[in-house]
């Protein structure tokens, strides 16, 4: 794994992966194989509104990145629920 990418929650994700050259298994991370029957729609919303917030107040709330700020919150929030 090369190139690693630091996500705006601070967690350093590789941006490639090459499974077949490196003879990689992924594993699903345990604590999102039943997640999804834990929380409700309005929760995830919820936390991604939170997380999105957060996103915004990092970059001093400038305008026009609000679009931006949920979608990566989205992102980042279903990576861990879904």
């Given at each position: 794994?090369?190139?690693?990418?630091?996500?705006?929650?601070?967690?350093t994700s590789p941006t490639i992966i090459n499974i077949e050259k490196d003879n990689m298994q992924l594993p699903?991370?345990?604590?999102?194989?039943?997640?999804?029957?834990?929380?409700?729609?309005?929760?995830?919303?919820e936390m991604i509104a939170i997380y999105a917030y957060f996103l915004a107040e990092q970059r001093g709330f400038t305008t026009g990145y609000e679009v931006c700020d949920w979608l990566t919150a989205e992102a980042e929030i279903n990576m861990y629920i879904i």
């Open positions: 794994m090369t190139n690693d990418k630091e996500l705006a929650s601070g967690i699903m991370p345990e604590h999102t194989h039943n997640s999804i029957d834990k929380i409700s729609e309005e929760q995830r919303k």
